[in-house]
């Protein structure tokens, strides 16, 4: 009997450790998990967030207001949509009614070739030559007959008058036909390309190597 009852109490004390020793084992465990936690949360805090760099696209810069856009399209016969860039059309507005004059190069007067140098220094930034002819000889990527070809910012040439060589006046093409040049008597306008008095006198157009 008290055999049995010894071997109860060493069971009894044995089961107890391993429970006692269990639960200080799983205690520590949980301790060191509440410590690791806490240090990462200091870490955390300790450390500045990192921030996402949105890069925005910059607005697109307005050069004509809604009327002066819609002027140009019922200039030109087409939708408002098709007037993209407004830097061309708000330097040929400056210029729009500029009387015409020989070898002038102002808003008080200006001729072919200078008013086309003027708006191809001030929207495409090229410098050209001051005469048509010069210009004809440019740095261009080729001349071209067939006007279907023609994008806008092409530069156009015709001769005016039997006696010229090669031609005497420039302008430049826009849309639908249309181009802009200061022509003698009217001064700055723009007029159609297809007129019979214009293609009488085309001889051919042009495109910068440099242009898009």
Request: charged letters at 30%; hydrophobic letters at 30%.
């Amino acid at each position: 009997m008290k055999l049995k009852l010894a071997i109860t109490l060493v069971i009894v004390l044995s089961v107890s450790c391993s429970r006692k020793t269990f639960q200080n084992e799983d205690y520590a465990y949980y301790k060191r998990e509440m410590e690791k936690y806490k240090r990462q949360s200091t870490n955390k805090e300790a450390s500045p967030e990192k921030t996402v760099n949105i890069t925005k696209k910059p607005p697109v810069k307005k050069y004509l207001t809604a009327e002066e856009k819609k002027k140009f399209a019922q200039l030109l016969g087409v939708d408002e949509e098709s007037i993209r860039n407004e830097k061309l059309y708000a330097a040929i507005k400056e210029w729009l009614g500029t009387p015409y004059d020989w070898g002038g190069e102002s808003k008080n007067g200006v001729d072919c070739s200078a008013y086309v140098q003027a708006i191809y220094r001030k929207v495409y930034g090229n410098e050209l030559p001051r005469t048509s002819v010069q210009q004809f000889y440019f740095d261009t990527d080729s001349h071209f007959k067939n006007q279907k070809y023609l994008k806008e910012g092409d530069l156009v040439f015709f001769r005016l008058r039997n006696e010229d060589r090669v031609v005497s006046h420039v302008g430049i093409y826009l849309q639908n036909g249309k181009f802009t040049g200061s022509n003698s008597p009217r001064g700055v306008e723009i007029v159609d390309i297809n007129d019979p008095y214009w293609q009488d006198k085309y001889v051919a157009s042009a495109r910068l190597l440099n242009m898009n």
